[in-house]
Nanobody
């Protein structure tokens, strides 16, 4: 089992950057697929990006491709989401999620993930 703590959200102007962190408990962080999701007010939770257990594979939603970068440091039990060129439509609560396996065929859907952080709010002003 793993517990996730999200941090790093805040208020930023359009065009700015933020870096979100996901800190995990436990000694087997490297056996979890990590994903980031977001939920804007009045909208459903949506996939943002994901990274494989060893970090060799990353994948992004089209809306953030080229602007966001996911990474992980298994030795430090942390995951990160670097967000550049932020837009007002990126405003949402961002959640880190972990799937308890390295092969996740449907990794872009929230139901594939077993553990969730509490979320961190990102607000982008125009």
């Amino acid at each position: 089992q793993v517990q996730l703590v999200d941090s790093g959200g805040g208020l930023v102007q359009a065009g700015g950057s933020l870096r979100l962190s996901c800190s995990a408990s436990g000694r087997t962080f490297g056996t979890y697929t990590i994903g980031w999701f977001r939920q804007a007010p009045g909208k459903e939770r949506e996939f943002v990006t994901g990274i494989s257990c060893k970090g060799a594979s990353t994948y992004y939603a089209d809306s953030v491709k080229g602007r966001f970068t996911i990474s992980r440091d298994n030795a430090k039990n942390t995951g990160s989401l670097q967000m550049n060129s932020l837009k007002p439509e990126d405003t949402a609560v961002y959640y880190c999620a972990a799937a308890n396996r390295c092969s996740v065929p449907d990794s872009r859907t929230s139901r594939s993930y077993d553990y969730w952080g509490q979320g961190t709010l990102v607000t982008v002003s125009s």
